[in-house]
Structures are given as C-alpha cells and as structure tokens.
C-alpha cells in the first residue's frame, strides 16, 4: 500500500509530471530542471524528492552537480507501466510539447552557463539570451 500511496502522490502534480516527461530518454541537471519549470530551486529539490521517494527517478553525483533520471536500476515493479502510460497520455499535450521546445533551448547551454544566468535572476530564454551560442554561453567559461 506504501507503494501505491508514493506513486499516486508524485503523480498527482503538473510540475512532476512535467519532469518525467522532460526526463524521458535523457538525464538533466537539477539546474536545468529549475529552468525548464521556473521555480524556485528549493520547489523544484522538493519535486524530485517526492518522484525519488516513489522510486520513479533516481540521480547520480558529479561534482557539485545532480544529474536526474528515470528509475532504471531499481523501480518499483510497476514503475516502467507507469511511466509508460505518463508518456502515452501527455504525448500531445500542450505544456508538454512547450516544454520540449524550451528544453531543447536550455539543453544549449552547458549547466555552468545557466546557472551563472539564474544567479543574475536571468531565464534561458529570456529577450537576449535565448539561442546565444557564443562559446562563453557554450563552454561555461
């Protein structure tokens, strides 16, 4: 029943949502998570805890960096339905497709660069940052 309970809770909030939707396929720094669902970095700490909690995402440290991934070495047993299943009925749906515009966006920066930006209250995409591709922006130098 534990089980149950942790996955229906992750589930039942948009930004989780979204973020299984942005980590599907790929692994993303915490950093770009925070960008992608314009939140506080505490809120968005707070949201993967909860998905980690039901065991539908795991991380790995490198460095100073947290880097977030679906659960691959020890789901839940019904963890990859249920992810499946989140993929299939947020296919076409339209937060979702924007997300993935803007996370192809943030995906350009490497994470040095934008947090340097969020530290300056600066958004990946705001008027004069967005599709930058000046090896400043690029190599996080």
């Known amino acids: 029943m534990h089980d149950l309970l942790a996955i229906t809770k992750a589930l039942a ?3 989780r949502i ?4 942005a980590l599907q396929g790929r692994e993303l720094c915490v950093c770009q998570l925070q960008e992608l669902l314009e939140l506080a970095p505490s809120t968005t700490s707070k949201h993967l805890a909860i998905l980690a909690a039901a065991r539908l ?3 790995r440290r ?3 960096w947290a880097y977030y991934r679906l659960a691959a070495s020890e789901p839940m047993p019904c963890a990859c339905d249920i ?3 989140v993929a299939r009925h947020t296919e076409d749906d339209r937060v979702i ?3 993935r515009a803007r996370l192809a966006r943030i995906l350009d920066l490497s994470p040095e660069a934008l947090v340097r930006l969020q530290a300056r209250g600066e ?3 705001s008027p004069g940052t967005c599709g930058s591709s000046t090896a400043d ?3 996080g130098t």
């Open 18 to 21: 979204r973020i299984l939707c």
């Open 62 to 64: 490198e460095g100073r």
């Open 123 to 125: 958004r990946c995409c």
């Open 57 to 59: 995402v795991e991380y």
């Open 137 to 139: 922006t690029r190599e």
């Open 13 to 15: 909030d948009a930004n």
């Open 97 to 99: 497709g924007e997300d």
């Open 83 to 85: 992810l499946g299943w």
